[in-house]
């Protein structure tokens, strides 16, 4: 499948700070989706983005499909510590997802 | 409403060992997909079900793996021999709307192989 770039890699806050992850791909997505996935479960979608342009939030959840149909960004404000977990996006290319290396969050009360 | 349903959740087998998950999807969603987990990774896709067809089984390495959705609801995937290399998290995914990307995901099933 297509690569997806996701960015950072790992991120360390504390409890009340804002934070921003992104993905690039070098392929033109239809859909982007971002999916959140605790220690032993499976990813739980948080927001699915259809239009390039495209800014959609889920309460404390923001999230932009790009212009140019290639990349996508994820805000999360005042973290909080059960945002704790593993972000990762994905973006559909056609039937099924192709998901990036997730971005690995930590927050500290 | 239940969730998908994958068992089991854990299982640790010797190399060369056969071994097989199971997952029953959500009630009414004809999609299902089984995606591989490797430790730091994203989830890759193995094999996508329309029903019982499999429609999208690019991904899955045909020497060792299997998989079969006999009457379109639940579906096994079979791994004969295990390699060391296979010790990851299966996870089995629904949908009702292949086209919107909105899966659900199973808790998984991971995998050791010593």
């Known amino acids: 499948g297509q690569q997806l770039n996701q960015s950072p890699q790992s991120m360390f806050i504390q409890e009340g700070e804002d934070v921003s992850m992104n993905c690039t791909s070098s392929s033109i997505f239809n859909t982007w989706l971002w999916y959140k996935q605790d220690p032993g479960e499976g990813p739980v979608l948080l927001i699915a983005l259809y239009k390039a342009g495209e800014l959609t939030s889920n309460g404390r959840l923001t999230a932009q499909f790009g212009i140019t149909r290639k990349d996508s960004f994820l805000n999360i404000s005042a973290s909080i510590p059960s945002d704790v977990g593993i972000y990762f996006c994905?973006?559909?290319?056609?039937?099924?997802?192709?998901f990036g290396k997730g971005t690995s969050l930590l927050v500290t009360p | 409403e239940a969730g998908v349903v994958q068992s089991p959740r854990y299982k640790i087998i010797e190399k060369k060992q056969p071994v097989a998950f199971w997952c029953n999807p959500i009630s009414g969603h004809n999609t299902l997909y089984w995606y591989l987990q490797n430790l730091g990774q994203g989830p890759e896709l193995l094999i996508r079900y329309e029903n019982e067809e499999a429609v999208d089984d690019s991904q899955l390495p045909k020497d060792r793996f299997s998989a079969e959705r006999l009457k379109g609801v639940d579906s096994t995937l079979k791994i004969q021999p295990a390699e060391l290399g296979d010790s990851a998290v299966y996870l089995c995914?629904?949908?009702?709307?292949?086209?919107?990307?909105?899966?659900?995901f199973g808790e998984g099933s991971r995998l050791t192989v010593l």
């Open positions: 995914a629904s949908t009702f709307d292949p086209g919107s990307g909105e899966l659900f």
């Open positions: 994905a973006g559909n290319s056609g039937y099924a997802l192709n």
